[in-house]
């Protein structure tokens, strides 16, 4: 089959795809309707998950062989531990926000935390980095599309810009090329399941979401 893998993976994936980018999470967040209470929860369950992505990532480290692909990986793991851990944690202070173990219990956040941390260790690397892609791609997607929305809070603000920036664009760009380059010599059904698991990713991100809105 000729063409990018990435792109099958979007076309065959497209009503998952198109439902979390244009998830009510979303669309509330973009129009500045989103509840100060839905906000929280999303800030608590998603600083969590940004804790999990660490080992995640630590996870395709270890199994990649080519340095290069070593050295993106361990940049973008200080990307999640500086930038990212240090916006939630400005985030939680300044809303007073304290862990919540039953909303992290949620079976809907735990679906996505489990899931994606088992693809993490059971998985291979292009398995991986299809699961980070599938999320990533997502995540620049709907930033990208609603970077210049009216919204008052400037955390909100925030949060779109930095997934709407030019490096995590360029790093969302860096895995959907990894996973073309990787996935272009496997065998057709191998191909199939990695156009599967991208599909996954994004049901467990739209159950994810559902989870942050009351």
Not at 48 to 73: G, M, N, Q, S, Y
Not at 84 to 109: E, I, N, W
């Amino acid at each position: 089959m000729t063409g990018r893998l990435t792109d099958r993976m979007l076309s065959e994936n497209a009503a998952d795809f198109a439902a979390m980018v244009d998830h009510p999470f979303v669309l509330a967040l973009a129009q500045d309707s989103l509840s100060d209470e839905a906000f929280d929860r999303y800030l608590l369950i998603e600083g969590a998950f940004v804790d999990t992505a660490i080992t995640i990532l630590a996870h395709a480290v270890t199994k990649a062989t080519d340095l290069e692909d070593r050295r993106k990986l361990i940049g973008s793991l200080h990307a999640l531990a500086g930038e990212q851990m240090d916006f939630f944690a400005a985030a939680y202070a300044a809303r007073g926000l304290r862990p919540d173990p039953a909303l992290q219990a949620d079976p809907r956040v735990a679906a996505f935390r489990d899931g994606m941390l088992a693809i993490a260790r059971e998985g291979d690397l292009v398995q991986i980095l299809t699961a980070m892609f599938a999320a990533e791609w997502m995540y620049w997607t709907w930033c990208d599309r609603h970077r210049d929305a009216a919204i008052r809070d400037p955390m909100r603000r925030d949060w779109i810009a930095l997934h709407a920036a030019t490096a995590f664009r360029a790093q969302a760009e860096w895995l959907r090329d990894r996973v073309d380059a990787l996935g272009a010599g496997l065998p057709c059904d191998d191909q199939s399941a990695l156009v599967a698991l991208f599909g996954r990713v994004q049901r467990l991100e739209i159950g994810f979401h559902d989870a942050a809105l009351l």
